[in-house]
């Protein structure tokens, strides 16, 4: 039997102090973050599998996909990079599209250090030759567990086995989902968030997103919970992540992946999206949503930008030096100031091409307040919005995501008005 983590409501304080030092040695490590952290979004299909690679060549396998995919895309993608074997493998809980083809990895690709998951058992035929392989190497995570890929990147696990809100024993195949791990990726001033299939939105569930945003905090990188499912993503864990970026795993399902709320809610919170695949659910505009139709593939320095599918963005928070804001070409948004405000505040952005411009923005149910346009100009431009909408009515306190639209491409960001 599978030791099983300490259970109960009293892991949820434990979970957090552990965190919060382990955010203290991320924070004295930023220093130290040097070369290329790459993270690769696998492309599974309908499933989950994602390689984290550190400067110094350590790896991570979180999820394999489902049965089959192992053999036939995990295996192939580690050799074609050289890769013989592995420090760690994650599972972050034992759906068959999660779990499927880690046992033909290991077969293939043996595991150095460690395989973890969250401990106890289920009863599927795929689990069972999943515990079989990783036996020799099988580890239960613990809440708060930094697993430490060396050169300054840390994997934190956030949460599993419902983070407190559950109950032991967590052997109860309804709450697979609620029992989720979730990992931080954290290198320089660069953060990931991953969490296999976890739930915030579901009525016959438990919300266990809500309780674990503010455990995540800010992140550059939000890998989507749950293949972008109506019961993921709500609006409290998203306005905790404040991701730029979010990326989805997906491919032809019957289940409606990625669902439209969630597109929807990822749009209001300003994150453009990047997808494995199309799926058969909702989309967004080609200006909010990119599907790669294959691998995504993330890397940074950790100090000043990363790259999504060869886009660059911008690292929230540079951990050693400021980011240049003058770009060759584009926009470049610069926030709004202040930023908490009232009663108004000035949204700043450069471009390189003067012209027609709009301001747009968004209350949280993705209604649109108000839609201004007026000319740019070349260099630094700001436009100011007074908490009042379309009408000239004053709106309440509160989140409130907008975008800009220049000719050199688009912008988008969260302000928040207090009341």
Not at 48 to 62: E, K, V
Not at 155 to 170: E, R
Request: include cysteine; charged fraction near 15%.
């Amino acid at each position: 039997m599978n030791p099983a983590p300490p259970g109960g409501r009293q892991y949820g304080m434990v979970t957090q102090v552990v965190i919060l030092l382990a955010a203290l040695l991320c924070w004295t490590s930023q220093a130290l973050a040097t070369g290329t952290l790459t993270i690769t979004v696998l492309d599974v299909g309908q499933g989950d599998a994602t390689l984290i690679q550190s400067p110094g060549g350590r790896t991570l396998l979180f999820d394999g996909g489902y049965n089959g995919r192992g053999n036939s895309v995990i295996v192939p993608f580690l050799q074609a990079a050289g890769i013989d074997t592995l420090d760690y493998m994650v599972a972050s809980h034992y759906h068959a599209d999660h779990i499927g083809g880690l046992d033909e990895v290991i077969a293939q690709i043996p595991v150095r250090e460690a395989v973890y998951d969250r401990g106890w058992s289920y009863t599927t035929q795929t689990y069972g030759s999943y515990a079989t392989a990783v036996a020799a190497k099988r580890q239960t995570l613990t809440a708060g567990q930094v697993i430490d890929l060396g050169e300054g990147v840390t994997a934190t696990c956030i949460a599993l086995n419902g983070n407190g809100q559950l109950g032991v024993p967590y052997d109860d195949g309804s709450y697979e989902n609620e029992y989720d791990i979730s990992l931080k990726i954290e290198y320089g001033g660069f953060d990931y968030v991953q969490a296999g299939d976890l739930i915030g939105n579901d009525d016959t569930g438990t919300d266990i997103e809500t309780g674990v945003g503010p455990l995540v905090g800010d992140v550059d990188v939000y890998h989507v919970n749950h293949h972008g499912s109506y019961t993921s993503s709500n609006a409290i864990y998203l306005q905790a992540l404040q991701a730029e970026v979010a990326v989805i795993s997906v491919g032809n399902n019957s289940y409606g992946h990625p669902h439209q709320d969630v597109l929807d809610r990822l749009f209001y919170f300003g994150s453009f999206v990047y997808q494995t695949g199309a799926g058969d659910g909702g989309s967004l505009p080609a200006s909010d949503l990119t599907v790669v139709g294959g691998n995504v593939v993330i890397s940074t320095d950790g100090q000043q930008v990363y790259t999504v599918d060869g886009d660059q963005w911008q690292i929230d928070e540079s951990a050693i030096v400021p980011v240049d804001l003058v770009p060759e070409a584009g926009i470049v948004l610069l926030g709004n100031v202040p930023n908490p405000f009232n009663p108004s505040t000035e949204i700043r952005f450069e471009t390189t091409t003067a012209g027609p411009c709009r301001l747009e923005v968004f209350d949280l149910a993705g209604h649109r307040l108000l839609l201004r346009d007026f000319t740019g100009r070349s260099g630094f431009n700001a436009v100011r919005w007074t908490g009042t909408d379309v009408a000239g009515r004053v709106v309440a306190g509160g989140l409130y995501p907008y975008r800009i639209r220049t000719p050199d491409g688009l912008g988008s960001g969260r302000m928040l008005l207090l009341k």
